[in-house]
């Protein structure tokens, strides 16, 4: 392969990561009981973050540009959040291109990316007998908390 600079070979290399996490979701995601997508998804993440810490900081950091971006990274990134609207849509019972399925899917992946941000930049400290899937189901709870609470709030304005 032969690259014109060194951000062509990087948005190659980003596209690739991209790529990769679609083809793992999509794998992952047929196998999958409905109640598990998202939970499961949460933890491919992780998983795909830890084997991956470099090329997930180059997918999702400063160093290629959106404006700039060739449309072959643009196609791949579209890629694998398709394969996570894919699950949302299957989870809500939803058509594919609905607002609620964009927004849930864009929820999920904001949430799963900042605790997989802090995870890898160990910002969030895991104790070693803290699994991967405790972490996703104690701050899954916590979000469950704070949107009840929150219910609660409303319901009495």
């Not at 196609?75 to 609207?85: C, G, Q």
């Amino acid at each position: 392969m032969n690259f014109k600079n060194r951000a062509d070979l990087l948005a190659e290399l980003a596209g690739q990561g991209f790529n990769e996490l679609a083809e793992v979701l999509e794998q992952k995601n047929s196998n999958l009981p409905m109640e598990d997508k998202i939970r499961e998804f949460c933890l491919i993440y992780i998983d795909f973050t830890r084997r991956n810490p470099a090329l997930f900081q180059l997918m999702f950091g400063p160093e290629i540009a959106v404006e700039k971006m060739p449309s072959h990274l643009l196609k791949a990134r579209d890629s694998a959040f398709n394969k996570l609207e894919s699950m949302v849509a299957d989870l809500l019972k939803q058509p594919l291109d609905s607002p609620e399925v964009r927004s849930a899917a864009l929820a999920s992946w904001s949430y799963i990316h900042g605790l997989t941000a802090l995870l890898i930049h160990q910002v969030l400290q895991q104790p070693l007998k803290v699994s991967d899937q405790d972490i996703v189901e104690r701050t899954l709870a916590g979000l469950e908390l704070l949107f009840k609470a929150q219910a609660t709030v409303n319901q009495h304005l």
